[in-house]
């Protein structure tokens, strides 16, 4: 395989790992505008029971905000596509390029991976009974409908972060050639 075509292909995993990382520290992130006192949602909830413990707390909250099925189905079609974009452009280097996205595959790291990075910083921000009202929040009826839509919004926005990706990409592969 040529140093250029693999040097797009680090660029492209590169920016592949940053989105996928991207959309963690975003979506948790928007969970705060529940204590910013700027909305308020008023309906029961159903199935909640909380616990006390903050680990397990933290935990349920990454499954009821749909953040796990989330992270799952965007990392897949974004290594599919990824995969689909790159074997398109060089298909002389079918073997390498299956190798190199099955070993990216192997590598993600996995929700409960996250969760654990992640748990000192909500530890710190956060106590046990706000993390008890988001998963309260977001174990309402109306919550649950977006969460289950969110896959679905993925789905359709997936083509356009691989375009931009690869946009990204090509100026900074340019970029390091006029460097050279």
Do not use: C, W
Request: proline residues 4%; aromatic residues 8%; glycine residues 4%.
């Amino acid at each position: 395989m040529p140093s250029s075509t693999k040097n797009q292909i680090t660029i492209a995993l590169i920016g592949l790992i940053g989105v996928l990382l991207t959309a963690v520290i975003s979506n948790v992130d928007k969970l705060s505008i529940v204590f910013s006192g700027k909305s308020t949602l008023v309906t029961g909830y159903s199935g909640y029971k909380p616990s006390g413990d903050f680990a397990t707390e933290f935990k349920y909250l990454f499954n009821i905000t749909g953040l796990e099925t989330t992270l799952d189905s965007m990392e897949q079609q974004l290594i599919s596509s990824s995969r689909m974009q790159d074997l398109t452009q060089h298909p002389e280097d079918k073997d390498q390029i299956n190798a190199i996205y099955d070993a990216v595959s192997k590598e993600m790291p996995t929700v409960g991976e996250i969760e654990e990075r992640f748990l000192p910083i909500y530890q710190k921000y956060y106590t046990v009974k706000e993390i008890q009202e988001l998963n309260k929040f977001f174990s309402t009826e109306t919550m649950q409908d977006y969460v289950k839509k969110a896959p679905l919004v993925m789905q359709d926005a997936t083509p356009i972060m691989l375009q931009m990706q690869s946009e990204i990409a090509n100026r900074i592969a340019a970029r390091l050639r006029n460097n050279q």
